[in-house]
Structure formats: structure tokens, C-alpha cells
């Protein structure tokens, strides 16, 4: 299992520099972030201890079980988070991927400022438009962008979307390029509060897609922990 694990991330790895390379980047501009969701914390351990620092969760409950074997971790969350959960993460993790309302930002705000710490988030945009989808609508984002400025513990870095599940991979190419030409947009705009360092969007079936199109942030699960068994 742990073979594979650098096996999968070395292959992992090879793909990122290539597909940063075709857009003209370095690999380095881009961050891996390991999800860990799938696998129990030894094989979560054996990524970070392969080199790979940033480690995701998309659940809270599974987040706060992990970290106390891999503390020195970077942690994510990645998944959609439930307002009455937000308690449970202040102080815990380095990013949030997944602000999706403002009752929900205005959550985050209310329980980083009492601990008196600041919150790095990305909002998370329906770019596909998919009913079922979490995210924002592209059309209100700029607005969301603007209140956010109200809420001093929070700090937007960036924008993540999840792409629709595809037959052919090729199809999501067109929503990754619209995100990034939408953060290109807003990164002109002076928001308080409000930069556009990070663009999280590509997975284990399409991160070399979403790199190509201008992602920084690539959260992969499945392509480090199968073991092809
Ligand atoms: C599970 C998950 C991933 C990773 O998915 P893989 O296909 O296993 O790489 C990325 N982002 C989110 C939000 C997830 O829930």
C-alpha cells in the first residue's frame, strides 16, 4: 500500500509538471493537496511522509480524526460544511475550498473572531450551472465578493469549483477555462478582503485538464490512494 502511494504520487507529480509545463508554468505554482477521504490516517501519513503536505478532507468528523496523527499536516477542507459544523474546525485547518453562502461565511466569521483568528476561504462557484451542484452562481459572485468585506476575520484567497462528472474528460475544459477568466476578472477589482491567489479546481480525472486551464490548487484523492487492485 505504501509502495503504491509513492508510486501514485510519483506519477502524480510527473503529470502536474508536464501539464504546467504546456501553460507555460512551473510545476511549483501549483499545490497539491492529497485528499485523504478514502484511506484511514496511515496511508494518510505515508502521503504526507512522501513529501505531500497539504492533506484534504471533505468532512469535519473525519477531518478532526485525522489530524491529531498527522499534526504537522497543511489540512483543507474541502467538502461542503454545514454551519452548525464550523466550531468544530476554527484554528484547525490552513484553507476552507467550500464558502457557498453567506450564512455560512458569516458562521466562519462569528467563530474565527471570537477566537480572535482569521479565516483563509475560497468560494466555491457553480460554474457548470448543475441544480445539484453546490456553489455560488457565477452571476452573484462578484456581489458575495463585496459583502464579504463586512467580515473582518474572514480573508478570501481564491475561488474552487468541482467539475461536473464527464465520459469524456475534454468536456470539463470549457468550465475551466471560464473560472479562470472569472478570477482574472475579479483579481482586477479592489475587494476588501478579497485576493485571487488560489484557483482549486481539477481531480484525480481531470487535474492535467484544469492545470492546463490555469489552475494552482489540485485536490487528488483517488489517483494517490488506488492500488489498482
Ligand atoms: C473527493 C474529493 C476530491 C478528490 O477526488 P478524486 O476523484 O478521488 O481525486 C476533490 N475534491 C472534493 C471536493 C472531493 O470531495
Redesign the pocket.
Known amino acids: 500500500m505504501t509502495k503504491d502511494i509513492g508510486y501514485n504520487i510519483n506519477q502524480v507529480l510527473q503529470r502536474i509538471q508536464s501539464a504546467a509545463q504546456s501553460s507555460g508554468r512551473n510545476s511549483s505554482d501549483v499545490t497539491l ?1 492529497g ?1 485523504t ?2 484511506v484511514d490516517y496511515d496511508a494518510a501519513r505515508a502521503c504526507y511522509q512522501a513529501g505531500i503536505v497539504d492533506l ?1 478532507e ?1 468532512r469535519v468528523q473525519e477531518l478532526n480524526y485525522k489530524i491529531p496523527y498527522i499534526p504537522q499536516a497543511r489540512w483543507h477542507l ?3 460544511l454545514q454551519t452548525n459544523k464550523v466550531k468544530d474546525i476554527v484554528g484547525k485547518v490552513c484553507l476552507i ?2 464558502v457557498d453562502s453567506w450564512h455560512l461565511a458569516a458562521e466562519i466569521d462569528k467563530r474565527y473572531s471570537r477566537a480572535g483568528l482569521q479565516a483563509a476561504v475560497l468560494i466555491q462557484v457553480n460554474i457548470s450551472g448543475e441544480q445539484q451542484k453546490a456553489g455560488i452562481n457565477p452571476a452573484e459572485v462578484e456581489t458575495f465578493l463585496d459583502s464579504i468585506g463586512q467580515l473582518s476575520s474572514i480573508q478570501v484567497k481564491g475561488l ?1 469549483t ?1 467539475a461536473p462528472e464527464v465520459r469524456n474528460t475534454e468536456e470539463t475544459r470549457p468550465i475551466f477555462r471560464e473560472l479562470y477568466h472569472f478570477k482574472t476578472t475579479i483579481a482586477k477589482k479592489t475587494l476588501k478582503n478579497v485576493n485571487m491567489e488560489f484557483l ?1 479546481m481539477g ?3 481531470d ?1 492535467d485538464i484544469a492545470i492546463e486551464e490555469g489552475s494552482n490548487m ?9 492500488t489498482g487492485d
Do not use: D, E, T
Open positions: 493537496v485528499v477521504k478514502m484534504g471533505n474541502i467538502g461542503r475550498h467550500s474552487m468541482i482549486s481531480m484525480s480525472q487535474f489540485v485536490r487528488i484523492g483517488s489517483a494517490i490512494f488506488s
